[in-house]
């Protein structure tokens, strides 16, 4: 069963724009963690935000932020004011439980975001 | 500010010949991945390290594969006898003690199986 899906292969944005990428996860544990990554044509994975089963508040760090809805299990990632330089592909991730400090990171199958001028 | 370094950042190599990917985790960090990413599929997870031995492995690695941090700065996934389907982006990644959450990617190797 898909642990992490995300439902929007493409997503396209007028640059200053607002977007909001989706993803859904599924676990039946108490304690995880949901991650965002973006990946631009160069290759790298850059971590972009976290936020954890048990935080009251949404994550935000910058322009992104992370509209946490545990109870439907989604946690999406929204981008305020869309630059040229936030095209990229972005992952949604998720850590369940926690194992004494490492945490393996399951992935969704991406969403590619274009930002238009 | 600290970053996760590999090299090379990308290896052609015949099938059957043994590679050799390197890492160089965050200096403080004491919890280590590897994951690898198939030309346009999901990053998928491969292994993790701590305290000098593996904390969990996936199904993907197999007996080919293996991991070693052979001095205090150098984190290694060696493939014995690569396959075609081993090509691949190679991402290491690393976490430290108490911000377990941050998980830090390094630049990734493409790998290409001839």
């Known amino acids: 069963a898909q642990k992490i899906t995300q439902t929007q292969p493409g997503m396209f944005v007028q640059e200053k724009e607002a977007v909001t990428l989706d993803c859904t996860y599924d676990?039946?544990?108490?304690?995880?963690?949901l991650f965002w990554y973006k990946q631009p044509s160069s290759g790298e994975m850059i971590f972009l935000i976290y936020?954890?089963?048990?935080?009251?508040q949404n994550a935000t760090e910058g322009r992104y932020s992370l509209n946490f809805q545990k109870a439907r299990k989604s946690a999406n990632l929204v981008i305020s004011a869309s630059q040229l330089g936030d095209s990229a592909m972005y992952f949604c991730a998720m850590r369940e439980g926690f194992s004494g400090g490492y945490n393996k990171l399951i992935f969704g199958a991406g969403t590619r975001l274009a930002v238009h001028p | 500010e600290p970053e996760v370094t590999q090299t090379p950042s990308h290896q052609v190599t015949q099938m059957g010949q043994e590679v050799i990917l390197r890492c160089v985790p965050i200096?403080?960090?004491?919890?280590f991945y590897w994951y690898r990413q198939i030309l346009g599929q999901k990053v998928e997870f491969l292994v993790s390290f701590y305290n000098n031995e593996i904390s969990e492995k996936s199904e993907i690695f197999d007996d080919q594969f293996s991991v070693e941090r052979p001095d205090g700065s150098n984190f290694t996934l060696k493939i014995r006898s690569t396959k075609l389907e081993d090509s691949a982006m190679y991402f290491c990644?690393?976490?430290?003690?108490?911000?377990?959450?941050?998980?830090?990617f390094g630049p990734g190797t493409r790998l290409t199986v001839t």
């Open positions: 676990t039946s544990d108490q304690s995880y963690g």
């Open positions: 936020q954890g089963s048990y935080d009251e």
């Open positions: 200096s403080n960090h004491l919890y």
């Open positions: 990644a690393s976490s430290g003690v108490g911000m377990e959450y941050e998980q830090y």
